[in-house]
């Protein structure tokens, strides 16, 4: 069993391959999208910029909270 914490919708994230942090917006498997998600995992996460903007998916497996202090987006 993993016992990584991960982010949760309403939390802040780090995601590392966009290199951003965001507001996790939902977290949902990939048999609930109608897209090509473009995510290997099976679980792909939206995220939002704290301060607005582009919402983007992330692998929902490689999230993780961000270093105390961090302002980056």
């Keep these: 069993m993993n016992s990584i ?3 949760a919708p309403g939390q802040i994230a780090y995601d590392p ?3 951003r942090t ?3 917006q939902a977290v949902h498997t990939v048999d609930e999208l109608l897209f ?3 995510v290997t995992s099976h679980r792909v996460a939206f995220l ?3 301060r607005g903007g582009v919402e983007w998916t992330a692998d ?3 999230l993780r909270f ?3 202090g961090d302002a980056s987006t």
């Design 5 to 7: 914490r991960r982010p």
């Design 17 to 19: 391959a966009s290199g």
């Design 22 to 24: 965001g507001v996790v």
């Design 36 to 38: 090509d998600h473009q």
């Design 48 to 50: 939002r910029p704290e």
């Design 60 to 62: 929902a497996t490689t």
């Design 66 to 68: 961000p270093p105390q």
